[in-house]
Structures are given as structure tokens and as C-alpha cells.
């Protein structure tokens, strides 16, 4: 087969502008080969090169003493946990191909990211993950043909991407311990799938994605190579088409989780034997990039063989083999002279192997097939010198309407028994025992705090490390690892950074370090997944740039540096761009068991305290701009959002944990979508003790309402740095008093007890029983599934 | 007591049946490949859960032509204790050591959560441990886990007494709301006619520790070990 002849069409179609292929052929010194083209257009993608958002990632902190392995040095960050261990974390996206095929989109990004972990020679032990679709109950009744189709197809690539997640997960034996899920039109045809997985490993046993040592082989492992996923990394930094679903269909891979876990157990093996040099992934841009990276890494050259390359489909060119994204491969480079090593442990796990290619001092990636030479390329120009661009922004016209919006608009509540039901079973603020209970989420046992909590908590212990060098696997096998619990937690409301990308920018990392707070935990670090549309449109750009400036400084703020993460642009539909949706990864630390603390009421009689004021009064919206309440009440979203104070944030975290580590706080609850009364039913209702068998158990609360404060604003409004905790009475003023000391506001609101929650404001009060709030919250996701 | 946990390329709950009987419980145990031929000096075997040979062409129909296996069923026969969990269950079920199938989730979704437990025959090797009447918290997570066998062979298991647990609720009635996959008779685990191997869907390993949220799941470990030390006692006497 001859290869097409270069056109400015065919450079358009690898979508390279005139200037990068200019760039290529000055790189080269002469035409691209076809091969090359493509090699070139997938590792200058968005995905792989971050050529839009690059300057404005290098404004996130990224440094702390305990930043191991940094942000883009490798596959993913390490952080130190202490006495000796460290965890590798990382978020990314794969929501293109889950727009296109949920199962196997879905299932893809999740293994995708368990590949990015072991990679660097770290245990996977959990996964989350983060969600958005559009709706899957009517937004207005009654609902048009259009719309009702729509909601149809949401709900079916929901549970396609549920179910995919599902699959890879369980199948691999990885708990899928937390994660979130939105429900907005701006998702309809382009929903978010964001999966993050956590590894944990001994310093000594960091991996390096690194073409180390002239000479040295290079091995492939894992199944042959297809031609499924051909240039994913390209089709995942393009807008989604109405001709998308059909022609990329090709695009989207497809998992095998057994195989994952084999691959896995034989790579971890391997590693513990000392024979590797380097060791990569082959995910987006699959040999291409795992080839041309590890090379540049270590500052040498590569060369391999195509033929040599265990092909699935007969007669594949040069072009496919290079850009395939077929799944479950590695490229290894071992150290000469101990090839044996590596085929005994593949041959062990019955999986495939070949060597096909070595480590040159070249400088070069070559590529032959069957001795021919089809690409030469400087290895580091082709990963690290891609086209960096500083796009132009513009602030968009829609805000000004935004900050227009003032609460004269609307009438406060007179009755909010029916509301507070409503934003219950709202699916964004329901129950998602619906999705976790899908997903095993105790493999492993390590699951200390399951998904229903503020954060999820992972106890660590021996079996959560990978295995150490066999000769002396069986006494590591048996020595004792410190007890340590991880935290976890992902959050991001993008209606808050679509109506203000900077403050939106700030409460996602703050809420996130705030539920990490609520279970005890110290932050250690964030992994982000930048969800944005196209990065060429003026309004666009300047929503990342906005956005990315408040993580940042979110981030600092907390001591939480960014290790890591993915951005994913281009994500509109015919309809148009997506809401801008960072979301943020948080993990943390939790040094004793007694520290761990969960959301819901304990026992009847205790004193329930809200640290934090109880409205914002320095915002004229009163926590209500951007809120669920506005959103699903009135049908608005619109309106500034809460502010984000973040040495008040800080503040609170540091009481919320002195209070937990002095062991007064028996349940801890932060206040976000849906405000106080929200999270005061949360606190009634969450524990499940068993299936069909929840524990209910009621409160007693009395709010004063603030000069000119508005009822819907103190039940329903969204002011940040607030948190619901209980003590048993006879701390309630010793708690009251040492938040004070501590500089945070605290008010006891309350008492645990009977079987309603019970609401004085004022003159007004009103009733809901526990049980009936219950089944709205746990089964409205089931119900509007069976719709 | 040296415990052997079988391991089969996909078995993903083996290290937790391990961390269990080793460090939970203070005994011996080891993984054994599925390439072994001999089960050594085991005084019981688990067959654990996971996804062996990825499931791919059903439940557990590959596993039981492993080496290990045979001598599996060669221990079985001479009497030594057997149990599956999840996927041992269905392993077990394959390779006829227990009589049934084990057939995808009538909700035709993948379950985790916890269930009750009733231990309905307290006198067999696997719950003379369990106190009269006490209901077991333990976690479920599987998507092939209705119980399935024919009427003859139900009224058999019946007769028998080799039902060892049925999904219940929180007063112990067994109702189609508490049984988390549709399960004929609402069973969650039996076991074969000479008593000493049994097989269930429920995690008992998942269930030993407190940090994890309960420990009835050692009730069912422990009665195994109670068994092998009155076995081991009648021998020495």
C-alpha cells in the first residue's frame, strides 16, 4: 500500500495549521513522511501537548516538600505520606470517546488511569470519578418531543458510562470509593467523565516512564496491537459533530480489565526484580507517545521495529501501528543482559511480549517496518517542543446579565416543606447509591468511609504496596506498615465558575479541602481535570484563564499543591459549549482510625453546632446566586455566586480538625449545594446500615433569622466555610468556646433526636419526617431510571 | 491452621481472604497459584472472589479446569473444609463440589452493599460458631449472583439442611426486598451433601475488622477453625 500524497488538505484533516506544519518541516529539515504526519498531528493535540493551556498551568503551585515526582516530569505525581510510603494519584478525562460509546468509553478512561499509576511502579488501590450528564428527569412540565428524547438519551449514556465504569473497575478488583455526579443541560452530547485513580508505593520503588541505558532493549507487553482507538488523542481535541457518533465510532477503544489486571500483577512483579530501566503506559497516542516521551525523558534515542509489534488485524501500515490506542500495553526498557527475567514473568501471567527495538544515543525516535525506514524524528523536539499558544481573551457578554441579577427578581418562601422535598430528590442533589452501588467499592479491604460521606477514607496496609524484591518479599510481605488513612474527595460546581470562573475556580478546591476537613484529614495534594470548550473562541479561553487563576490560588491557600491532572477542551455540542467544569481531586491524610468522622447524626441528644456564620452578610444575594435552590426552584442560573474567603475557609478547617482530634465532634457535615437544609437532612438520612435498612433519626433546629435575612436564603442559600457538626451535650459549650478561641464563628442550632426533622425560624416552623425525606433522596435516581 | 487461598489469574479478593485469616486472625496462609498441583499441608482451602479468567465465557466455567483444582477436588473428597466467596462460589458450582448455578442479578446490575444474613442450619462446619438467632451484616458485590438450581434439586437442599444462609432483613424475614439478586429460596450460600465444602455470595473477609464496619463475617472464618481444632482434637485423642 502506498501512503497518501501530503496536501495542505491532508494537513488540515491532522488538524495542524499551515505554521505547524511549517514547524514540522524545519524540525525534519525536509517533507513529513505520512507516518510521520500523523505521529507529529497526535503528539501536537491538545491531549498530548497541551499546547492551548500550557501557560496557564504553569501558574498552578506545584512545589512542597513532599511533592515527590512533580507535575509532568512522569505518568502522574507522587506525594510522601511518611515513613517511607508514598502515593501516586492522577484525574483524566475520556469524555469524548464516552459521548461516542458510554461502556467503552467509560470503561477505557478508568483503565486508562489504573495504567498511569502502576506505570510509575505504585499499587493501584482505589479509584473515584466525576460525572456530568445532561438531564434524566424533565426540566419543565409538560416536556416538548425534543426535549423528551433528549432525556431519553441521557439517561442511556448515564447508565452506559455507570455501567462501564463498573465493569473495568470490579473486574480489576479496584474499589471505586467516591466520586460526584451533575445533572445540566449544558452536558446534553457531551457528557464528563472524569476517572482519578490512587496508588501507593515505598520511595524506592518510583518507576520512571525513561529510555535509560544505550543498548538497552525494548520490550513490548500486553495484547496485540489493533486497530481500535486510531488516534483517539486527536478526535478527543475536537468539538463533538452531529457526524461525531458515526464516523469516530473507530476512535473509541475497547477495555479488557482481566487483561489490566494481569498486566498489572506481571509489570508489578517485574519492577520488584530490579531488571527495569524505564517503563511507560502506551495510552493517548499509544506507541507514538510512549516511545518518542520516554526517550526525550532521558535525553537518548529509540529505535524499534514495527514488525516486530504483535499485530491483531492483518496488513496494518506503519501509520495505524504507530497511532493505535489499542489497550492494556506497556513499553518496557530493561536493563541488558536480563531480558530472561522478563520473559519468565510475562510467560507466567500467559501474557504476550516481543522486543522490538533498543535505547540509541541518537537522540532520534526511528521507526522501521520490516527494515524500512518510516520515521526519523528528534525525539525531544516531537514531545516537548510543540506549539505553545497564548490565546486571546475575552470576557463574555452573558455576565453582565449575571451580576445584574438581584434577589428583588424573586419572592422569598413562605413554605419550604414542599422545596426543601424538591431539591432532594433533584438528581444532582440525590442519593447516587443508584451509581456506587454498581460499583464495588470495599474490594481490597480498605474501605473505611464508603461513597454517601462527605469524603471517602482508605485504610492503608501491606497489601497495599506493591510487591518488594522477591528475595526478601516474604519478610516484607509480613512487616508491619504504620496505620495510615487516605482521604478522598472530587468536587466541582460549574454553575458557581460559569457565573464567576474565578470564585467557581476557588469553592471547587475549597470545597474540596473542606470535605477532606469534615473526615479529619490533612490535604496533601490535588490532581484537576480542566473541562472547557473550545479554547479558540475569545469568551472560552478567558473562562479557563479565570478559573485556573482561583484553583491556583485556592491551592496555595490550602497547602495543597497540583501534581497533576488533564485538561480537556473542544467540549461543545451543536449546542454549544459546555459550562466551564474544573474539577478538583483532593487527597489527604488521617493519621489515627479515632480521627475518621462521617457525616450523619450519631445519637439522640446531641448538640448540633454550625461553625461558620449562617448567611454571608456581605453578599447581596445571600448564598442564593448560582444556587440549586435558584436553579431548580426558580429555573434560573444566574446570579453571583457565594464568595470564597479563603483565610476564613482555612480557618474553619484548622478548628473542624483541632475539634476532631480532641474527640468532641461525633458527626461532621459541610454545607454546600442546597445550603443549611439540605445539609441538615443529609445529616438525618445518610447512614445505610444494610440494604433496605437506612438509620433515620430526627432534629430539632432553631434558626434566628438576621435582620432582613430572607427565608429561602437561610434554609437554602450557599454561603461558603460552614460545616454542621454534633457533640454529645455535655461538650456543646466547651466546643462552642473553643471554636470562638479558634477564631471560627459557632452556634448551636440544635439537638439530635426523634424521627422528624423539626424547623423553628422565627415564627414559622415546620416538619418533615426523616423517613419520607429518605425515600425521595435514596430513590429518586432508581426512579427516574425506570421512568 | 495453614490456610492455601487458591489464585487464579483475575482473582482480586485473594490478598483480603489472606490479610484475614493471617492478621486478623493470627494463622498460617498462603496463595496458591492455579498452576500448583498440590494443595501442601492445608487444613482448609478458599476459593476466593474476583473475576478468574475475566469471566468471560461464564462465571467461574474456566477455572475449574485448573490444575489446582484437581487437587481441590481430591482434598474435597477425603473431607477436608472448601469454601468460595463470590467467585469461588461459582467456581465451586462449576466444577460440581456444590449442586446449583449461580445466574446473573435479576436487577441485571452489579450489587455492593451490605446484607443481612440468617445462618438457617446453625450445625455444619461453617456456622457452629454463628449464636442462635443472630443475624449477619455482611457485604454483597457481584452482578452473577441468583442462586439458581430446579425444584428437585431445591427440595433436596432442603432435606438435606444444606442451605446455610438466606438473604433476610433487619427482623430476619426473608423477603424478595431484602435478597440483593433475585435468588430462588432467597439463598445466599449452601453446601454439599458430606457438609465440608460450601460456598457463598456474601464476603465474610470484608466483614472482619471493626474500622471496616462490622465482624460477623468472622463468625463464619471462625467456625471453620473451630471445626478443624475439634477434627484435630478427636485425632489427638
Known amino acids: ?573 451543536p449546542n454549544g459549549p459546555i459550562d466551564p467544569t474544573p474539577t478538583v481531586a483532593m487527597v489527604g491524610l488521617i493519621e489515627k482510625a479515632e480521627h475518621i468522622t462521617t457525616q450523619w447524626f450519631k445519637d439522640e441528644g446531641d448538640a448540633i453546632i454550625l461553625l461558620g456564620d449562617p448567611v454571608d452578610a456581605t453578599d447581596p444575594l445571600q448564598g442564593l446566586g448560582g444556587s440549586a435552590y435558584l436553579q431548580r426552584i426558580h429555573g434560573l442560573k444566574t446570579g453571583t455566586p457565594p464568595r470564597c474567603d479563603l483565610d476564613r475557609e482555612k480557618d474553619l478547617h484548622l478548628a473542624l480538625r483541632a475539634l476532631i482530634h480532641s474527640g468532641s465532634v461525633k458527626s461532621a457535615h459541610d454545607c454546600s449545594e442546597g445550603g443549611l437544609a439540605v445539609a441538615l437532612a443529609e445529616c438525618c438520612i445518610s447512614q445505610q446500615i444494610a440494604r433496605e435498612t437506612p438509620r433515620l433519626i430526627g432534629a430539632k433546629i432553631e434558626l434566628a433569622p438576621g435582620a432582613g435575612q430572607r427565608l429561602d436564603a437561610l434554609l437554602f442559600g450557599e454561603a461558603q466555610a460552614r460545616v454542621v457538626i454534633t457533640t454529645a451535650a455535655l461538650d456543646a459549650v466547651k466546643v462552642l468556646e473553643r471554636a470562638k478561641l479558634l477564631g471560627v464563628p459557632a452556634t448551636r442550632i440544635g439537638t439530635v433526636g426523634g424521627e422528624q426533622l423539626r424547623l423553628r425560624v422565627g415564627t414559622g416552623e415546620w416538619s418533615w419526617t426523616a423517613a419520607e425525606l429518605h425515600d425521595l433522596w435514596w430513590n429518586a435516581i432508581a426512579r427516574a431510571m425506570k421512568g | 491452621m495453614n490456610f492455601a487461598v487458591l489464585q487464579f489469574p483475575g482473582s482480586n479478593c485473594d490478598q483480603d481472604m489472606v490479610h484475614v485469616l493471617r492478621n486478623v486472625l493470627g494463622h498460617s496462609a498462603r496463595l496458591l497459584w492455579h498452576k500448583e498441583k498440590s494443595l501442601g499441608d492445608a487444613d482448609a482451602v478458599f476459593v476466593p472472589g474476583g473475576f478468574s479468567y475475566g469471566d468471560y465465557l461464564r462465571t467461574g466455567a474456566i477455572a475449574r479446569f485448573s490444575p489446582v483444582m484437581q487437587a481441590v477436588q481430591a482434598f474435597a473428597a477425603q473431607g477436608g473444609l472448601v469454601l468460595g466467596v463470590c467467585n469461588g462460589f461459582q467456581i465451586l458450582c462449576e466444577a460440581g463440589l456444590l449442586p446449583g448455578a449461580l445466574i446473573r442479578n435479576r436487577s441485571l446490575q452489579f450489587r455492593c452493599e451490605h446484607v443481612f444474613l440468617q445462618a438457617v442450619t446453625p450445625d455444619s462446619p461453617f456456622t457452629n460458631r454463628v449464636p442462635d438467632g443472630k443475624l449477619l451484616r455482611i457485604p454483597v458485590a457481584h452482578g452473577e449472583g441468583c442462586y439458581f438450581a430446579d425444584e428437585e434439586t431445591l427440595a433436596r437442599l432442603r432435606a438435606n439442611r444444606q442451605i446455610l444462609w438466606r438473604y433476610v432483613n433487619a427482623r430476619g424475614e426473608a423477603t424478595d426486598a431484602a435478597n440483593p439478586n433475585g435468588s430462588l429460596d432467597h439463598i445466599a450460600g449452601v453446601c454439599n451433601e458430606a457438609r465440608n465444602v460450601a460456598g457463598l455470595m456474601p464476603h465474610p473477609e470484608r466483614a472482619s475488622e471493626s474500622i471496616l464496619g462490622g465482624t460477623d463475617g468472622r463468625l463464619i472464618l471462625e467456625s471453620m477453625i473451630h471445626t478443624l481444632e475439634q477434627r484435630a482434637a478427636a485425632r489427638a485423642a
Open chain 1, 1 to 573: 500500500m502506498t501512503d497518501p500524497a501530503i496536501t495542505p488538505e491532508l494537513v488540515q484533516k491532522h488538524n495542524l495549521t499551515p505554521e505547524e506544519f511549517e514547524k514540522i518541516k524545519t524540525i525534519l529539515g525536509r517533507e513529513p513522511s505520512y507516518t510521520e504526519l500523523g505521529i507529529f498531528s497526535v503528539m501536537w493535540s491538545e491531549h498530548c501537548s497541551y499546547k492551548n493551556s500550557r501557560p496557564l498551568l504553569r501558574t498552578f503551585p506545584t512545589k512542597s516538600p513532599k511533592v515527590l515526582v512533580g507535575a509532568g516530569e512522569e505518568n502522574a505525581g507522587i506525594i510522601d505520606i511518611g515513613d517511607g510510603l508514598a502515593i501516586a494519584f492522577k484525574i483524566e478525562s475520556h469524555n469524548h470517546p464516552s459521548a461516542v460509546e458510554p461502556f467503552q468509553g467509560a470503561a477505557t478512561g478508568v483503565g486508562g488511569i489504573i495504567r498511569d499509576i502502576f506505570t510509575m511502579g505504585a499499587r493501584p488501590v482505589c479509584s473515584i470519578n466525576s460525572l456530568r450528564f445532561g438531564p434524566i428527569t424533565p426540566e419543565s412540565l409538560p416536556q416538548t418531543e425534543d426535549d423528551r428524547a433528549a432525556m431519553i438519551n441521557n439517561r442511556r449514556l448515564f447508565s452506559g458510562v455507570v455501567a462501564g465504569i463498573a465493569h473495568y473497575g470490579n473486574c480489576f478488583g479496584i474499589p471505586t470509593i467516591a466520586g460526584e455526579v451533575y445533572f445540566d443541560k449544558c452536558y446534553e452530547g457531551n457528557p464528563l467523565v472524569n476517572a482519578f485513580c490512587l496508588g501507593v508505593l515505598r520511595h524506592e520503588q518510583i518507576a520512571r516512564g525513561r529510555a535509560c541505558g544505550i543498548g538497552n532493549p525494548v520490550f513490548y507487553v500486553g495484547p496485540a496491537t489493533g486497530r481500535d482507538g486510531l488516534a483517539g488523542a486527536a478526535f478527543a481535541s475536537q468539538d463533538l459533530t452531529e457526524e461525531s457518533a458515526e464516523q469516530q465510532r473507530g476512535a473509541v477503544q475497547v477495555g479488557d480489565p482481566f487483561m489490566e489486571k494481569l498486566v498489572c500483577e506481571a509489570c508489578l512483579e517485574l519492577l520488584a526484580t530490579g531488571a527495569v530501566a524505564g517503563i511507560q503506559d502506551m495510552g493517548a497516542a499509544g506507541l507514538t507517545c510512549s516511545t518518542c516521551e520516554t526517550a526525550a525523558r532521558a535525553g537518548t534515542g529509540i529505535e524499534i521495529e514495527l514488525a516486530k509489534v504483535p499485530q491483531r488485524a492483518p496488513n496494518m501500515t506503519p501509520y495505524e501501528i504507530m497511532l493505535s490506542e489499542s489497550q492494556e500495553r506497556m513499553l518496557i526498557i530493561v536493563q541488558k543482559g536480563r531480558e530472561e527475567e522478563v520473559k519468565r514473568i510475562f510467560d507466567k501471567w500467559d501474557l504476550p511480549w516481543a522486543e522490538i527495538g533498543r535505547v540509541t544515543d541518537t537522540g532520534r525516535m526511528v521507526v522501521r517496518n520490516h527494515g524500512q525506514l518510516v520515521a526519523d524524528i528528534p525525539a525531544k523536539k516531537l514531545a516537548d517542543e510543540a506549539p505553545v499558544y497564548q490565546r486571546e481573551a475575552r470576557e463574555p457578554d452573558y455576565l453582565a446579565a449575571v451580576r445584574a441579577f438581584s434577589l428583588a427578581a424573586i419572592p422569598d418562601t413562605t413554605d419550604p416543606v414542599p422545596q426543601l422535598k424538591t431539591l432532594l430528590e433533584w438528581p444532582t442533589l440525590a442519593s447516587k447509591n443508584w451509581v456506587y452501588r454498581q460499583y464495588d467499592h470495599m474490594v481490597r479491604n480498605g474501605s473505611a468511609v464508603c461513597p454517601g460521606s462527605d469524603a471517602a477514607v482508605l485504610r492503608l496496609k501491606e497489601d497495599s504496596l506493591p510487591i518488594w524484591n522477591p528475595a526478601t518479599a516474604a519478610a516484607a510481605a509480613g512487616a508491619p506498615v504504620p496505620e495510615k488513612f487516605i482521604a478522598l474527595t472530587v468536587d466541582g460546581n460549574a454553575a458557581y465558575v460559569y457565573l464567576d470562573p474565578y470564585e467557581g475556580g476557588k469553592i471547587a478546591v475549597a470545597e474540596a479541602a473542606r470535605n477532606l476537613a469534615c473526615t479529619g484529614a490533612v490535604p496533601l495534594g490535588v490532581t484537576d481535570n480542566l473541562n472547557f470548550g473550545n479554547p479558540l473562541k475569545p469568551e472560552i479561553f478567558w473562562q479557563l484563564r479565570e478559573a485556573v487563576r482561583g484553583l491556583g490560588e485556592a491551592c496555595r491557600a490550602f497547602n495543597a499543591p497540583v501534581t497533576g491532572g488533564n485538561v480537556s477542551l473542544y467540549n461543545q455540542s
